[in-house]
């Protein structure tokens, strides 16, 4: 079945520090590859996605690349902010039976200070 | 609306009440899906609707839970004889299955239910 394993947390950075956090999965098939992120108080979002091998997804300063050879979307940011503060999922889905029910990793807490 | 709501966004009940949990998905979008997102782990599925039918409900943990989407809009999670292990966030989303945002799940800000 599919898995997606994240670093653990929190992350704690001070602002304009480079931020990496890791995301490796396991899948069957061919899936799509995500970051969600979650602001305290707030629904998930999705920040980026790629749906095919070496696809750079980006957003909002935030970067991550879909490497299959080691089946990794690790998520970066050059610089963060106070305002990154939140917790981020990494995801996959493939399409199964016609839907794209994600498969979430537990979350890493990032916690950016001024 | 312009996003997902879900409600009530807290609720507390005894061991053994019946519960139901609302919510109200973007206009439009002809899938829905529930999740349950325990303290420290990501969203589990349970339940993924397309339009009024469940087209799978394998997340489920057991027939104490149900949910329904009767008009193919609003849905309802409903879960019977509620235990100390049922205390959840449980989250709502919905997709387009059409256009430039197809697949692209939509959440809402979850209901924490929390049982006594």
């Known amino acids: 079945g599919n898995s997606v394993t994240q670093m653990e947390g929190p992350v704690t950075l001070s602002e304009e520090a480079f931020l990496t956090i890791n995301c490796t999965y396991t899948?069957?098939?061919?899936?799509?590859l995500f970051w969600y992120v979650q602001y305290p108080g707030e629904g998930l979002q999705l920040l980026l996605k790629?749906?095919?091998?070496?696809d750079k997804g980006s957003n909002k300063g935030f970067e991550a690349t879909y490497r299959k050879e080691t089946t990794s979307f690790h998520l970066e940011k050059g610089s963060v902010q106070v305002s990154d503060s939140a917790v981020y999922f990494c995801a996959l889905s493939d399409q199964s039976g016609g839907s794209y029910i994600p498969t979430f990793g537990r979350g890493t807490s990032l916690i950016v200070h001024p | 609306g312009a996003g997902v709501s879900q409600t009530p966004s807290n609720k507390v009940t005894e061991k053994g009440k019946y519960v139901e949990l609302r919510c109200d998905p973007i206009s439009g979008h002809t899938a829905l899906y529930w999740y349950r997102q325990s303290l420290g782990q990501g969203p589990e599925f349970l339940i993924y609707f397309q339009g009024t039918g469940a087209a799978d409900d394998s997340g489920l943990p057991n027939d104490r839970f149900f949910a329904v989407r009767p008009e193919g809009s609003v849905s309802t999670l409903k879960i019977q004889r509620t235990e100390r292990g049922d205390s959840a966030v449980y989250l709502c989303?919905?997709?387009?299955?059409?256009?430039?945002?197809?697949?692209?799940?939509?959440f809402g800000a979850g209901t924490r239910l929390s049982v006594l």
């Open positions: 899948a069957t098939g061919y899936p799509s």
């Open positions: 989303a919905s997709s387009s299955m059409t256009g430039r945002g197809k697949n692209i799940q939509y």
């Open positions: 790629a749906t095919k091998a070496d």
